[in-house]
């Protein structure tokens, strides 16, 4: 007999603000601008997000004690190589592919994740990163129309 495991809807807390970056900058650079620009104190965790053997995401957090806020950097980017084996003459050639830690917002390069904190904190945290001189955009993005907001919830 065969038995199956959900996990209910009431295990885990969906109930966290999520702010959208677009950016060129590296992971250390956004964690180190974030960091400046909005007075946080992100640090990069010891092991990255790991989905599978070969989907890592870098993520930064930080957990505010005094404002019992918890702050969560995250790449929605992950560069996967593949070898491509030949037939012949040549040798095995390597392609690189990029995956996504949000599918439905391939566009976003950074997704800043905040658990407990008010709406004009985050307005202004929001403004805050908006001035950070490599960042094109940020904003507030609404998580109950993601598919896959369940990466997020770590």
């Known amino acids: 007999m065969l038995t199956t495991h959900k996990i209910s809807e009431d295990f885990y807390d969906d109930n966290f603000q999520l702010i959208a970056i677009h950016s060129g900058l590296e992971d250390f650079a956004m964690g ?11 640090s990069r965790r010891k092991n990255d997000l790991q989905f599978d053997q070969d989907l890592a995401f870098s993520v930064f957090d930080w957990d505010d004690e005094l404002s019992d ?40 390069d950074y997704f800043l994740k905040v658990d407990g904190v008010d709406g004009p904190t985050l307005v202004n945290k929001i403004k805050a990163i908006n001035t950070i001189p490599k960042v094109v955009t940020a904003y507030p993005l609404e998580t109950q129309t993601l598919k896959s907001k369940r990466n997020l919830i770590f």
């Open 69 to 108: 806020t918890f702050w969560t950097l995250m790449s929605n980017k992950c560069a996967v190589e593949e070898t491509i084996p030949s037939v012949g003459l040549f040798q095995d050639r390597t392609s690189s592919r990029a995956d996504y830690l949000i599918k439905e917002r391939k566009e976003v």
């Open 32 to 42: 180190y601008a974030v960091n400046l620009a909005c007075g946080l104190q992100l």
